[in-house]
């Protein structure tokens, strides 16, 4: 007989855990005090101190957010807001603890890295703890740090742009960031400079109940281009993690941005994120985002389009398997004429999961010739699972051209037993048929990244069927 | 043909009084049907007697319900096999209605298609001590290749998606190259030649000829003696009501082009009268 391949059945793969060792680690709960804390940890100026006051005031009056998901589950008392797990970042991996780096070799960051990334940052719980960029991009005037760091080096570009984007009243969770942030990254590209491979950034939480705020602001200046990518794993506890980061961009005149996420979070993590970009006169924004981890993700990647000429693009795939909800989309805003935008969504339901698409195009008056067109598809497995869809669409220009569409399909039976027949087993028939689903978006990714999401929805599709 | 040393031998492929049905509805309803190695055979009939569902259910479609009589493939029985199982032990089935499968390459559903089934082989061959070659990629691509030139096809077929967007030539075609590439010992093929104009048909019949050989079996299904003329049956047999009401050699099909069903059906009536 066949042998079928011995594969955990539906495992989290990245769900190990490393014994704590750490340097500092916050009591539970968020006071005062411990956003003084962090602050003067940090040595930080005094303006980054008083905003991150503002934005703890703002959190604890803002009620929770009750238009999207389940967050009922989430307990802000039980959450530990700030852990450095060492003193120092590392230029090269040999300056990482022992324990530390042991956990990047699995998650395959440092072989990535000698491959095909430009730079890599690496966050462990609360700190930044690698750093690297390629030399020629350093000496082209690249800056790629951890965001701490660039707070300190470069104040006052940092202090240009940072809560400009995102306001740090705009939302609960961004509040929340923004009065406990720690790490991410700082990235400016400067004008004309366009860096051919990725720069990556990997997000790790390990101790229980973590939360992790990581902060990023990335200004791409004209002409200029960066694809940046995330990834983020954490282990498996039976109690619930939070992460909640902020991510601001802006894009300079001409200049073109590419924020690629694959987010496989264990399924006991809240990941309620803010992602925000300003594309100027013919700049271009893509979020080409990835969710098929965390218990809870609202995410959704938004581009304001400012000046004539600039175009916004969100791809955005999800897969919620049982127990989890991805409520997931994007938005784009039209503030100018002869604007254009793009989103395309696919979500893969199976078991008790649910994902919904959450949208908004809003055209503003005056934004003359704008061009959108919204494509939302789901994919149901079973009969268990649920898709639904809030498209919201506010258009206050006549001249506009406005397009959406969606679908919900479920795997049909008859293409199940067209690839058994051709020798596929049901696991294998039906990862191929969601595999294809994604295509319009897999393609997308860099092929390193496209092979990683096949294969992780390989993994969630072990054991999906018989 | 087989067994003209007089010895009796397991048949490859014996349909036994086989009963199916689909939402309690009987379609076949006593099928006996004989393939050896090396002989094709042809299976005509009318719309709704029962042709199609005989093709799906010998690849084990969920869809249908046997509720008597038997299939053996090699002298196994195969009705508790999955269609997977069918196909990786050699069954091939040649779709009417291929489904199409949006975003999914043909390159890489037929590499995956192509590797499990010859792994399988390969496995099997080891398990009775033998040893058997597992394909490679590059020897996947070569033979891919090697196989669509054969069927007149374009390179860039292998990137499209899955049965998307295909003509009807096309889609038939395509069923031609999986069977080309998984060598099958039994294929059925149901009603290959249908929707295919001359040009298409002679290159579709010419990849069936290229496949058939002493040790495959081959079942067309199909409604006209058309496809008959390019490839030559051994044995033609006829379809009716859920039954084979009269199987012979190829002169069938002629006589069924000149007399049509109901005159075969009297005859026949007449025949299990007297």
């Avoid at chain 1, 240009?160 to 939302?171: A, E, L, S």
């Avoid at chain 1, 990835?290 to 609202?298: A, R």
């Avoid at chain 1, 008790?352 to 789901?378: H, I, M, P």
């Avoid at chain 2, 081959?218 to 009716?240: A, E």
């Amino acid at each position: 007989m066949v042998a079928a391949p011995q594969i955990d059945i539906g495992e989290y793969q990245y769900g190990f855990r490393d014994e704590e060792d750490y340097v500092f680690k916050s009591g539970r709960g968020l006071t005062r005090a411990t956003v003084e804390e962090i602050s003067a940890m940090k040595n930080e100026p005094d303006w980054m101190r008083d905003f991150r006051l503002k934005a703890l005031d703002h959190f604890q009056k803002r009620p929770m957010p009750n238009w999207g998901a389940d967050l009922s589950g989430m307990d802000f008392d039980d959450i530990f807001y700030y852990i450095r797990p060492t003193e120092k970042q590392g230029k090269t991996w040999e300056e990482v603890p022992e324990y530390i780096k042991n956990t990047f070799e699995k998650l395959g960051i440092p072989e990535a890295e000698r491959k095909f990334l430009a730079g890599v940052g690496a966050q462990y719980e609360s700190e930044v703890i690698y750093h690297s960029l390629r030399e020629d991009l350093e000496k082209q005037g690249v800056l790629f740090l951890d965001m701490d760091s660039g707070l300190r080096e470069h104040p006052e570009l940092v202090k240009k742009y940072f809560g400009t984007i995102i306001p740090y009243n705009d939302n609960k969770f961004a509040a929340l960031n923004s009065a406990v942030w720690s790490g991410g990254s700082f990235i400016y590209v400067p004008p004309g400079v366009r860096i051919d491979v990725p720069l990556q950034a990997y997000f790790r939480i390990n101790a229980e109940n973590m939360g992790q705020f990581e902060r990023t602001l990335i200004i791409v200046d004209k002409d200029a281009y960066v694809h940046y990518v995330e990834g983020c794993t954490a282990p498996t506890y039976t109690t619930n993690s939070l992460h909640s980061a902020v991510v601001e961009i802006v894009v300079l005149e001409g200049g073109r941005c590419r924020y690629t996420t694959i987010q496989n979070w264990s399924k006991n993590v809240y990941n309620l994120v803010t992602k925000r970009a300003a594309a100027y006169k013919n700049a271009t924004m893509e979020w080409v985002d990835g969710n098929l981890g965390s218990k809870v993700t609202m995410k959704y990647p938004a581009v304001w389009l400012m000046e004539e000429g600039a175009r916004g693009e969100i791809l955005s795939v999800a897969f919620a398997s049982d127990g989890q909800h991805q409520d997931a989309g994007g938005k784009v805003v039209h503030v100018a004429p002869r604007t254009s935008s793009q989103i395309i969504s696919k979500s893969i339901s199976k078991g008790t999961g649910r994902s919904s698409y959450r949208g908004l195009v809003k055209v503003y008056k005056g934004a003359e010739d704008v061009r959108s067109n919204v494509v939302c598809d789901a994919l149901l497995l079973d009969e268990t699972s649920k898709t639904d869809t809030y498209p919201y669409i506010e258009v206050e220009e006549e001249r506009a051209s406005i397009g959406h569409e969606a679908t919900v399909s479920k795997v049909a039976e008859e293409q199940i037993f067209y690839l058994m027949s051709r020798g596929l087993s049901e696991d294998e028939a039906m990862s191929m048929i969601v595999n294809g689903f994604i295509e319009p978006i897999a393609k997308e990714l860099p092929l390193e990244y496209a092979v990683e999401l096949n294969r992780l929805i390989q993994l969630e599709m072990e054991g999906s069927v018989g | 043909m087989s067994g003209s040393n007089g010895a009796v031998k397991t048949p490859m492929f014996e349909i036994e009084n086989l009963h199916a049905e689909i939402d309690g509805k009987e379609i076949l309803k006593g099928v006996n049907l004989v393939v050896n190695e090396g002989e094709i055979h042809a299976l005509m009939g009318p719309n709704g007697s029962g042709k199609s569902t005989l093709a799906y259910v010998i690849a084990g479609d969920p869809r249908y319900e046997v509720t008597e009589g038997s299939i053996r493939f090699q002298g196994e029985d195969i009705l508790e096999w999955s269609p997977d199982e069918r196909a990786r032990k050699g069954l091939f089935l040649a779709f009417q209605y291929p489904t199409v499968i949006p975003g999914v390459s043909m390159a890489n559903f037929l590499r995956m298609a192509v590797t499990n089934v010859r792994n399988a082989r390969a496995d099997e061959a080891e398990a009775e001590g033998g040893t058997a070659q597992r394909i490679t990629p590059r020897e996947f691509r070569r033979l891919m290749r090697e196989k669509m030139a054969l069927l007149k096809m374009d390179d860039a077929f292998a990137t499209r998606y899955l049965n998307e967007g295909f003509s009807g030539g096309e889609k038939k075609r395509a069923e031609i190259l999986q069977m080309a590439l998984l060598e099958p010992r039994m294929a059925v093929l149901d009603e290959t030649d249908s929707g295919l104009d001359i040009d298409a048909l002679k290159v579709v019949s010419e990849g069936v000829n290229n496949l058939s050989g002493p040790e495959v079996g081959m079942l067309l299904i199909t409604h006209y003696q058309r496809l008959l003329n390019f490839i030559k049956p051994d044995f033609v047999h006829i379809m009716t009501g859920g039954r084979v009401i009269e199987s012979g050699g190829p002169e069938l099909a002629h006589e069924l082009e000149a007399r049509g069903y109901e005159g075969l059906r009297s005859r026949v009536a007449e025949a299990s009268v007297s």
